[in-house]
Every structure is written in structure tokens, then in C-alpha cells.
């Protein structure tokens, strides 16, 4: 069975500073990754696709590395900003054919201190 | 603008009182998709649906119904709503279901 588990849960860091986001999972049959950033109280909002054979992703200051082999991804942030403050979400693309989902980690709360 | 939308965004219910949520997509997506989110559970999968007419249970389908009887939309149906599925629930679309998934604004739902 597939899990997903994201460390570390809650991190704190001041503003400018360079940080890198966890996200491992136990089973490498896995078709892509998502990572979404989640504010509170509102929905999941996309941030970087890999797909299964991409070794990594870029958005401006995001950077989202796939080791398929070794069940992980990280996410980096560069030059961290307050408003870059919220949960940030990975999810393993899995199935195939007839049954597509995605299956999430809990997440890391991202706290960027001014 | 390319979105899912959901209604009503908040809901409060008692116990038995059958009760719909709509989604839709104007994206003209093949893959539509449920999930609700709970404090330290995460989200997960309820049902989905691969194309019009074709649809299929997730990881936590029981006390849930769905359809999809046009591409755009895709309701989720809860006929004898219960406190435990007091949660917060998401719709999301995509290509395929193998390309990105966009996800609707949720719906948080109380039943008491």
C-alpha cells in the first residue's frame, strides 16, 4: 500500500532564507508527483508537476527534484517570503488504466517570519 | 478563466437530510474526482470518474453517491448524511487523470 509522508510537519523560517521541503513515498510505481500549496481555509492550489520520468520541475523560485528509486522529492524555496507561508501538499500520481488517484501526504506547515 | 467550482462552499446539516454538492469544470477535462480532508488523515480519494457514465469508488466511498451524466459536471450525494462525515471536501479535474489535477475552492460541511 502506498503511503506518503512529508517531514518535517511544521517548520518556521525568517524571511530570505533558502529551505527545503521532504516528501517520500514506499512505492516507486507512481506515473507522477504534484506538489500544491494549501492556504487556510481555501483549496489546493498546483504548484509543480513531475512526471514519472522527469528528474525535476522549475516555477520561478520553486524547484522540485523526483528520485523515483529512492521514493522521494523535495521541493525547494528560494529567497523564502512571508507570503510563501502556508501548507504545502505532495501527492503520488498512482493506477493506471482504470483507476487514476492521487494519494497525499499530510503535509508541512511553512511559517516564513518577517 | 479555466476553474472547478463547487457549491455551496459551506454547508450545515443534521443527521438524515439527503444533500447535494455540485462541482464543474469548464476546462473540458475527462477526469473529475472527490476527496475530503481531515485533520491529520490528509485527503482522500471518495470516488471518481474517467470519462461520462463511468465512474468508481476511492479509498473511503461508503455513505457517498456520485454521478456523471455531462462532462462538466459532477455531483457528490449524500442520501442519510452522518456526524462522521463532517469534513472538508474537494473536488478536482484533469486531462486524464494522469496529467495535473485542478482542484475546486472546497466545501466544508458540518452534520450534526
Known amino acids: 500500500k502506498q503511503e506518503v509522508t512529508q517531514i518535517p510537519a511544521a517548520l518556521s523560517v525568517p524571511e530570505g532564507e533558502n529551505l527545503v521541503l521532504n516528501c517520500s513515498f514506499t512505492d516507486s510505481a507512481i506515473y507522477n508527483l504534484q506538489w500544491f500549496r494549501q492556504d487556510p481555509g481555501k483549496g489546493l492550489t498546483s504548484l509543480l508537476l513531475i512526471q514519472s520520468s522527469q528528474r525535476e520541475q522549475t516555477s520561478g523560485r520553486l524547484n522540485a527534484s523526483l528520485d523515483k528509486s529512492s521514493g522521494r522529492s523535495t521541493l525547494y524555496i528560494a529567497a523564502s517570503q512571508p507570503g510563501d507561508s502556508a501548507t504545502y501538499l505532495c501527492a503520488v500520481g498512482v493506477g493506471g488504466g482504470a483507476t487514476n488517484k492521487l494519494i497525499f501526504g499530510t503535509g508541512t506547515l511553512l511559517a516564513v517570519q518577517p | 478563466e479555466a476553474q472547478v467550482t463547487q457549491n455551496p462552499r459551506y454547508l450545515i446539516t443534521v443527521t438524515g437530510k439527503k444533500l447535494t454538492v455540485t462541482c464543474s469544470q469548464n476546462?473540458?477535462?475527462?477526469?473529475m474526482s472527490w476527496y475530503r480532508q481531515d485533520p491529520g488523515l490528509g485527503l482522500r480519494q471518495i470516488y471518481y470518474s474517467m470519462n461520462v457514465e463511468v465512474t468508481d469508488k476511492g479509498d473511503v466511498p461508503e455513505g457517498y453517491k456520485v454521478s456523471r451524466k455531462e462532462k462538466r459536471n459532477f455531483p457528490l450525494i449524500l442520501e442519510s448524511p452522518s456526524p462522521n462525515q463532517t469534513s472538508l471536501y474537494f473536488c478536482a479535474s484533469s486531462l486524464d487523470g494522469f496529467y495535473e489535477q485542478y482542484f475546486g475552492p472546497g466545501t466544508r460541511l458540518t452534520v450534526t
Open positions: 476546462m473540458n477535462h475527462e477526469y
